[in-house]
């Protein structure tokens, strides 16, 4: 029997670049029992799906020369993070203090020639004293780089590190060779680089505290989602009320809510009422009004009233855990535009060792004397530009601020690749009852044919529909027992796909759905057709009913229109989207909803399987489709669809077949997904340009390209802090991103396919 999979969280320590990434997951796909495995380097950690055990994981790690440990609490993962990440940033400032302190003197005087030369005895002397400081400089603010590069010789690999301990320790090499032995070498050769090899590891260092300080506001969004929750809850049993911690909750227990605290778990309201605040959770702005019955969600703010709920889901299984869980697994993903970064990170170092090795050996042989000092620079120089880091952090520190943007309008983002593909769609294909419409019907009429009367088209109505999940079921549960009837029991209920319910009641069969469900068991339905056209032309729901064999009468039901959903169908035309409503409710009925929200193209009628070959001829025509629905019948299409975006008030199958989930249910979620993810990639594709710009422009000129036509070569010095500012600058551009609100986002016209 094969175990279950399971997603685990790693914290990656040891990563350094682009190539690190590789390697860390070439290490965990190849673990036996790992399905999948996505490492993000923005934020360090890895995302493991598979039947595995995370000890063998963590071993598979340190075999590839890194070292990780398993996050199972997200509150306390991301407080140890923080933790972590200020501890590293402080640190990176140390570092860079003390090899700034000698690398400023040094270099102020050697611009200014007051440094001796080195082949007079004070001069040898001097530099000697230079290069055991500059050696102590770097073992302290730079011992991490060639402890980081052994660790990957050892390994048969080669990072950032690697590049940097290489063109560092040369530097310092050659400079303490010559002085110790400064008649080794030729005069013109006699030349020094203790300044410019301490002065690269200040630069780095400096370089990546600014992108550590600047990559902690990436993650602003999860730690919001986790501040929601309070740690303890007021429980209620029998006369007594306490405080308990909210980790010993469980399902079925009593707890108290009092106005300005907020929610702690997902319940249902039992007693009081209150208006409660859930924008941090859905996006939406406006308080809900919630009464006795009514879902209440962990970590949504009470407003005015007190009241008491019983708890429904606890721990993991609360909304809040899912929305925390969903943002982390986008966060982790990777979009199809990232992975040609991948590809070339995965060769990149090994590349830039053969073109360094390629330019000492073109200095050495063509070059110029004093050639030794030549062959240095230019050596130095490609390693230290070449660090892939800004390439490396392209693609996922944008993916990690656009999907926590999305999470902040209530817009849960599965993956990259949904992500990416959002900003793509051309057309919106839309489901009825419960996108369109506020999912909530209720009776409007009961027609009963003559030897029948309307209370017992009621019991069987309700009787049959009490086993179903359709919300027109609910309306009608709703509507018997307002009237005050029993329901009676069901006995061999079936579901018939996209048509209705069958079963027996009081050993009678009997039938509940549409007029295709009674045709399919050969029942007459033309005494019902007349009148069930008229209520549809009207956008009410005909519910016929038959009962051995024979047409009963019929239950009307109306789902008003979301409020807001005509003029999100509008923002949506205004972006040259091609608008479609697909239900399998009746035509007339779809036609009045379609009116009313300025749709013009209705497709009613159709059954689950048929709502996804419809999307795959969508797609056959080159339209890129958006589905939108909130049903078990919309699974198929959701899947189907290039991205799939359910209502979060749907079905938990739905939700799991859909590329994106908007929580609050509104229809604006779809253009705000889309402004997000037109902003993201357009982010992404400024970072992927920038770093591959930067290196493909910078190795030539740091090999000494320019050389033979203008005689510059590039300063290592200038080499490094190029490189540590590169790094700073795509996580800089990709916090511009919290900034961005989609519903001001300019409309961009895209004519659909």
């Given at each position: 029997m094969t175990a279950p999979l399971s997603s685990l969280r790693l914290a990656i320590t040891g990563m350094s670049c682009a190539g690190c990434v590789a390697a860390v997951e070439t290490a965990l796909r190849t673990t036996s029992g790992v399905v999948k495995a996505e490492v993000n380097f923005a934020d360090r950690t890895a995302q493991v799906t598979g039947s595995v055990d995370p000890a063998a994981l963590i071993h598979a790690v340190r075999e590839a020369g890194y070292d990780a440990a398993e996050l199972r609490d997200e509150a306390a993962a991301e407080t140890e993070r923080e933790a972590a990440d200020q501890a590293h940033f402080q640190r990176l400032v140390r570092n860079t203090v003390v090899a700034g302190a000698l690398a400023a003197p040094l270099m102020i005087a050697e611009m200014a020639g007051w440094l001796p030369a080195l082949a007079t005895p004070d001069g040898q002397r001097f530099w000697i004293v230079a290069g055991l400081l500059t050696l102590a400089a770097m073992v302290y603010s730079g011992g991490h780089f060639f402890s980081g590069a052994w660790r990957q010789f050892r390994h048969h690999s080669a990072n950032m590190d690697t590049l940097i301990a290489l063109g560092t320790g040369a530097a310092w090499g050659y400079s303490m060779v010559i002085a110790l032995f400064p008649a080794s070498v030729p005069s013109l050769a006699q030349h020094a680089y203790f300044e410019a090899a301490v002065t690269i590891i200040a630069l780095i260092n400096l370089g990546s505290a600014l992108e550590s300080r600047a990559r902690g506001k990436t993650s602003a969004a999860i730690r919001r989602l986790i501040g929601l929750q309070p740690n303890t809850a007021r429980?209620?049993?029998?006369?007594?009320?306490?405080?308990?911690?909210?980790?010993?909750?469980?399902?079925?227990?009593?707890?108290?809510?009092?106005?300005?605290?907020?929610?702690?778990?997902?319940?249902?309201?039992?007693?009081?009422?209150?208006?409660?605040?859930?924008?941090?959770?859905?996006?939406?702005?406006?308080?809900?009004?919630?009464?006795?019955?009514?879902?209440?969600?962990?970590?949504?703010?009470?407003?005015?009233?007190?009241?008491?709920?019983?708890?429904?889901?606890?721990?993991?299984?609360?909304?809040?855990?899912?929305?925390?869980?969903?943002?982390?697994?986008?966060?982790?993903?990777?979009?199809?535009?990232?992975?040609?970064?991948?590809?070339?990170?995965?060769?990149?170092?090994?590349?830039?060792?053969?073109?360094?090795?390629?330019?000492?050996?073109?200095?050495?042989?063509?070059?110029?004397?004093?050639?030794?000092?030549?062959?240095?620079?230019?050596?130095?120089?490609?390693?230290?530009?070449?660090?892939?880091?800004?390439?490396?952090?392209?693609?996922?520190?944008?993916?990690?601020?656009?999907?926590?943007?999305?999470?902040?309008?209530?817009?849960?983002?599965?993956?990259?690749?949904?992500?990416?593909?959002?900003?793509?769609?051309?057309?919106?294909?839309?489901?009825?009852?419960?996108?369109?419409?506020?999912?909530?019907?209720?009776?409007?009429?009961?027609?009963?044919?003559?030897?029948?009367?309307?209370?017992?088209?009621?019991?069987?109505?309700?009787?049959?529909?009490?086993?179903?999940?359709?919300?027109?079921?609910?309306?009608?549960?709703?509507?018997?027992?307002?009237?005050?009837?029993?329901?009676?029991?069901?006995?061999?209920?079936?579901?018939?796909?996209?048509?209705?319910?069958?079963?027996?009641?009081?050993?009678?069969?009997?039938?509940?759905?549409?007029?295709?469900?009674?045709?399919?068991?050969?029942?007459?339905?033309?005494?019902?057709?007349?009148?069930?056209?008229?209520?549809?032309?009207?956008?009410?729901?005909?519910?016929?009913?038959?009962?051995?064999?024979?047409?009963?009468?019929?239950?009307?039901?109306?789902?008003?229109?979301?409020?807001?959903?005509?003029?999100?169908?509008?923002?949506?035309?205004?972006?040259?989207?091609?608008?479609?409503?697909?239900?399998?409710?009746?035509?007339a009925a779809a036609q009045a909803i379609a009116a009313q929200v300025g749709i013009a193209e209705v497709f009613a009628e159709v059954l689950p399987t048929a709502k996804a070959d419809l999307i795959a001829q969508l797609q056959a025509q080159g339209a890129v489709v958006g589905m939108v629905g909130d049903g078990i019948n919309d699974a198929p299409a959701l899947a189907q669809a290039d991205v799939g975006l359910a209502i979060g008030a749907g079905a938990d199958i739905a939700i799991e077949s859909a590329g994106i989930t908007l929580v609050g249910g509104s229809l604006h979620g779809i253009a705000a997904a889309i402004a997000i993810s037109r902003a993201t990639v357009t982010n992404i594709r400024q970072n992927l340009f920038g770093a591959f710009i930067y290196n493909i422009l910078g190795i030539p000129l740091a090999a000494g390209a320019l050389y033979p036509a203008t005689g510059l070569l590039l300063n290592p010095m200038l080499a490094g802090a190029a490189m540590a500012l590169s790094s700073f600058t795509v996580v800089s551009n990709a916090n511009r991103l919290r900034g961005f609100q989609p519903s001001a986002a300019p409309i961009e016209v895209r004519n659909p396919a």
């Open positions: 429980l209620v049993e029998g006369d007594q009320e306490r405080d308990v911690p909210i980790a010993s909750l469980v399902p079925g227990v009593l707890i108290r809510v009092r106005p300005g605290e907020k929610i702690p778990v997902d319940g249902e309201l039992v007693s009081g009422s209150s208006t409660v605040d859930e924008a941090l959770l859905t996006g939406e702005p406006l308080p809900v009004v919630k009464q006795p019955g009514d879902p209440v969600t962990g970590g949504a703010l009470n407003q005015t009233g007190s009241f008491i709920f019983r708890t429904t889901r606890v721990g993991t299984d609360t909304m809040l855990a899912h929305i925390i869980a969903r943002v982390r697994q986008a966060q982790n993903s990777k979009p199809p535009i990232g992975r040609l970064a991948d590809q070339v990170a995965a060769v990149f170092v090994p590349s830039v060792l053969i073109i360094a090795v390629l330019t000492a050996l073109a200095w050495f042989n063509f070059g110029p004397e004093p050639k030794a000092g030549y062959v240095l620079v230019t050596t130095l120089t490609v390693l230290i530009i070449a660090c892939p880091c800004a390439l490396g952090l392209a693609t996922p520190i944008s993916i990690m601020v656009g999907v926590g943007k999305a999470a902040e309008h209530g817009i849960l983002i599965r993956d990259g690749a949904a992500l990416q593909r959002a900003g793509q769609l051309t057309t919106i294909v839309l489901d009825k009852t419960g996108t369109v419409t506020i999912g909530r019907p209720t009776v409007s009429a009961v027609i009963a044919l003559p030897g029948f009367s309307e209370d017992e088209i009621f019991q069987w109505a309700a009787g049959l529909e009490a086993n179903s999940e359709h919300p027109l079921a609910q309306a009608i549960l709703d509507a018997a027992c307002q009237r005050g009837l029993e329901v009676p029991v069901t006995e061999r209920f079936e579901a018939v796909a996209g048509q209705g319910v069958t079963g027996y009641l009081a050993g009678r069969a009997a039938l509940a759905g549409n007029r295709r469900l009674l045709e399919s068991y050969g029942i007459d339905t033309a005494p019902l057709q007349a009148e069930a056209e008229r209520l549809a032309a009207t956008g009410q729901t005909p519910v016929f009913i038959a009962v051995s064999d024979q047409a009963a009468g019929l239950v009307a039901v109306a789902d008003p229109v979301k409020p807001d959903s005509a003029a999100a169908i509008g923002r949506l035309r205004e972006l040259g989207l091609r608008i479609v409503l697909l239900t399998g409710d009746h035509p």
